[in-house]
């Protein structure tokens, strides 16, 4: 699962709604949007989260949140390394290879701290 989809899952839930409708009105598959929620898909377009944001009648700071968990749900990102410090290097290859060694609070706690490193 993403964080786009499961925050998708949560918001149309959070109204009521269906995969069906919500596929009727944005003119996709049930699949389509199972594939979303789930993380069997990439992350969507950016004209895609404006119009589900229409459909569950999301504005101001829920949408821009909605559009910011698109942006970093891509299920199989990729990390261009090259011409990067031989310590970035090893970083990206480090999480790529035990990503799946770490629990959902170990994640938590590392996004914190390269969002706080960052400032985002």
Known sequence: MTP????MRELRRKHNRTQQQQAT?????????SALETGERGKPSAIFVDQICVWLGLIWDDAED????????H???SI???GQPANAVHLSNLLAQ???????????????????????
Do not use: T
């Open 4 to 7: 786009f989809g499961l925050r």
């Open 25 to 33: 009105f944005l003119g996709v598959s049930k699949a389509y949007i």
């Open 66 to 73: 909605l559009k910011r968990l698109a942006s970093v749900s």
């Open 75 to 77: 299920p199989k990102p």
């Open 80 to 82: 261009d390394v090259r």
């Open 98 to 120: 035990n990503i799946d060694r770490l629990s959902p609070e170990d994640c938590g706690d590392l996004i914190r701290e390269i969002e706080r490193r960052i400032r985002i």
